[in-house]
């Protein structure tokens, strides 16, 4: 085999779809828009629930009567008052407080109409039973303002902790952090790193259905359309058949790998601007090995399906019997991503299983087990 | 060139090539010499095509032995020979010096060398300013330009082309006809297939013709039209040529201007020219053998019964 004709073929491949505006959008606009798109998403939804700059006037009734600290920090939170009721003296009857406590309330739902209040919580007779707060507010509350009740609850709490308890009142107010580490080696985990061992397979397992789908057939295309107008018959005597099949394969397969490598780094990229995504990414979720695997596993089913669809653009005269007959392919492949449910509720069931050994589905059904299951190597 | 000490460009020896029970090729030999230009012709379906994809090695004979340019074809061989296939076409989207240097490269050349060449043969065939449009963007005649010198961009030994001509208006096609014309001036071997009978006639040095797979015409192109020349002259000018010593019949043209006249057996057309001569009694503007055109030749032996000539591409004479 002459591999300056191989390296000719895969140059020529690679460089001409790789300028294609159906690759350059692929490769270039999906992740632009997808980047846009989360940008404007995040950022709208962000300002949503972390601005409480509309909440500047909360008011709380304190129907437990937990709450006896002014905490820094906490200026935009006051009890509500009414002047025209006066409160009960020390040693009312029950009945008599919680009258008094029903008329605070109405008072502050009028307040609330009126627009004196942005918003008022109610700390119920029960609430060291059960823990419970309710919040009101006349538009949609921020889960910045939940946190803030919640904290500004917790201080209370813990201001009332006896002074002998051998933990500080930081400690009482904020008991537990747990702390997610490999099994493995140790290292700590983020919070989102688990999901991110499970979810990344399946982001991989998407990338690949569409590399591979998107340069085979480029493949499928460039071998129907050298037939139909028979340049094949040229270019066969210039160069064995073997010589322009490896060609074609190893160059449109560089052009699949460059495509997950661009959606990978753009991947990457936004996520890192996301705490969370940070973590999902570094958290230990991928490690060397499984990127090994990943691409053993790409390779492979790129060769699958590109000795597919080359055997179909050999073995058809048109491209629309082509595209017929490669939709078939394709629609086998995506079984796995079109059954995610499946993976979720039973990993290790007999259509997984069976998805991860049948040859059109294996590449794909394999990734996508490895995050939910302990898959033998 | 072809190997020392071979004369032929081509040698196919009784090949025999069958797709079934269909037998495309019967049992064919026929030489194509070193340096000439050499036709092929033949009805739709007679085998012409399938012939030259045996002799590229696209496909392979049942039966029987073909060599190139001195031996069995091999990867080398391919690297000395230009092809130009009937039904062609090239990647649509793709700028014109691109598909150059690409073919060119694969047939052997160096990237600058086949950018170069194929500069300058654009310019040469008046494509110069398109050198970096799109095949899409070209008119048909401009992209069979561009096939042909993709065919001898890379200085070929044998040249096999299919209809050369075909879809060139008579301006583009001189410019063609004069690049095969160098080419051949220096020694580059030219097979052409071709339904222009008109264009072997002025072309070709030998022809061979075949019709159901088999060879039923080769040689060279005058000693073809003379195997089918019958005893007869074509006079134009006046007199009563039933009258005229040694005539056996007078049969007179559509055009009315001139006479076929069939001769007694063993009456030459030197003694009637000369009879003619030595008359008072006629006059004579024009004296011509009556030698049938290779598209007389051609209908006559294809039997003329077969769908298979296309009478607008056909010559008619006058």
Do not use: C
């Not at chain 1, 209370?156 to 051998?166: C, F, N, S, T």
């Not at chain 1, 397969?253 to 999902?280: C, H, K, M, N, P």
């Not at chain 2, 007679?46 to 002799?55: L, S, Y």
């Not at chain 2, 007869?232 to 006479?259: D, F, K, Y």
Request: negative net charge; hydrophobic residues 45%.
């Amino acid at each position: 085999m002459a591999w300056n004709k191989v390296k000719l073929v895969l140059q020529r491949e690679y460089f001409f779809n790789f300028k294609r505006p159906s690759f350059l959008f692929t490769a270039f606009g999906v992740p632009a828009i997808t980047f846009v798109a989360m940008f404007l998403i995040i950022q709208v939804t962000a300002n949503r629930e972390t601005n409480t700059d509309a909440f500047q006037k909360v008011g709380y009734i304190d129907r437990a009567g937990i709450i006896t600290e002014t905490v820094p920090g906490y200026d935009t939170f006051a009890p509500v008052t009414d002047v025209d009721v006066s409160a009960p003296a020390d040693g009312a009857s029950p009945d008599d407080l919680a009258a008094y406590y029903d008329k605070l309330q109405e008072r502050a739902a009028g307040q609330l109409d009126s627009g004196v209040l942005d918003a008022y919580f109610v700390v119920p007779d029960n609430y060291v039973m059960t823990g419970l707060v309710d919040l009101y507010a006349a538009q949609n509350i921020p889960s910045a303002l939940q946190s803030d009740v919640e904290d500004f609850m917790r201080t209370q709490i813990a201001a009332r902790a006896p002074g002998d308890l051998p933990v500080s009142s930081d400690r009482l107010a904020a008991p537990v952090d747990v702390i997610l580490r490999d099994a493995d080696t140790g290292d700590e985990l983020g919070e989102f790193a688990i999901v991110g061992r499970i979810l990344l397979p399946f982001l991989f397992a998407f990338l690949y259905f569409m590399a591979t789908n998107t340069t085979a057939q480029f493949l499928m295309n460039g071998v129907v359309e050298e037939k139909e107008n028979r340049l094949m018959e040229i270019l066969a005597t210039s160069l064995r058949p073997i010589e322009l099949l490896w060609g074609k394969l190893l160059g449109l397969g560089a052009l699949a790998l460059t495509q997950i490598v661009l959606w990978a780094v753009a991947g990457i990229a936004i996520a890192s601007q996301f705490e969370e995504a940070r973590d999902f990414i570094s958290g230990g979720a991928v490690d060397i090995p499984m990127l090994l695997l990943f691409l053993v596993v790409f390779v492979l089913n790129f060769a699958l399906f590109s000795a597919i669809m080359l055997g179909i653009g050999a073995a058809v005269t048109a491209e629309a019997e082509s595209r017929q007959l490669a939709s078939v392919v394709t629609l086998v492949n995506v079984l796995p991503i079109a059954l995610l449910s499946v993976y979720f509720t039973n990993p290790d069931g007999a259509m997984p299983v069976f998805f991860m050994f049948f040859p059109l589905t294996a590449g794909i059904g394999l990734i996508m087990r490895i995050g939910l299951t302990d898959i033998p190597m | 060139m072809a190997a020392p000490g071979s004369n032929y460009a081509v040698s196919v020896r009784s090949v025999t090539k069958r797709y079934g029970n269909f037998t495309a090729v019967d049992d064919l030999t026929f030489d194509v010499h070193s340096g000439e230009i050499f036709a092929v012709l033949g009805p739709n379906g007679a085998g012409k095509t399938t012939t030259i994809r045996m002799i590229l090695d696209i496909l392979k004979p049942d039966t029987g032995r073909i060599e190139v340019l001195g031996g069995p074809i091999s990867d080398r061989t391919k690297e000395r020979i230009g092809y130009l296939p009937e039904e062609r076409g090239l990647y649509r989207n793709v700028p014109v010096i691109d598909i150059l240097t690409y073919l060119g490269q694969l047939k052997g050349m160096s990237r600058s060398d086949a950018q170069t060449r194929a500069t300058s043969m654009l310019e040469q065939v008046d494509l110069g300013e398109n050198i970096k449009s799109k095949v899409s963007e070209l008119s048909k005649g401009m992209q069979q330009k561009v096939q042909i010198i993709a065919t001898v961009l890379h200085h070929p030994d044998l040249i096999i082309i299919d209809e050369p001509f075909s879809g060139l208006d008579p301006v583009n096609t001189q410019v063609i006809k004069d690049l095969l014309y160098s080419l051949n001036s220096d020694g580059v071997t030219i097979m052409m297939s071709t339904h222009q009978m008109q264009q072997i006639e002025e072309m070709a040095d030998r022809l061979l013709m075949v019709d159901h797979g088999h060879r039923v015409l080769y040689g060279s192109v005058q000693e073809v039209r003379d195997r089918f020349a019958e005893n007869a002259v074509i006079v134009e000018g006046e007199g009563n040529w039933n009258a005229l010593p040694g005539v056996a019949s007078v049969e007179n043209a559509e055009n009315g201007r001139e006479v076929l006249l069939h001769l007694a057996s063993g009456i030459t057309p030197d003694a009637i020219m000369q009879e003619m001569a030595t008359s008072q009694n006629y006059r004579v503007r024009r004296f011509e053998l009556a030698v049938p055109s290779l598209n007389e030749i051609f209908i006559q032996v294809a039997g003329g019964n077969h769908n298979h000539t296309q009478p607008s591409e056909l010559p008619v004479r006058s």
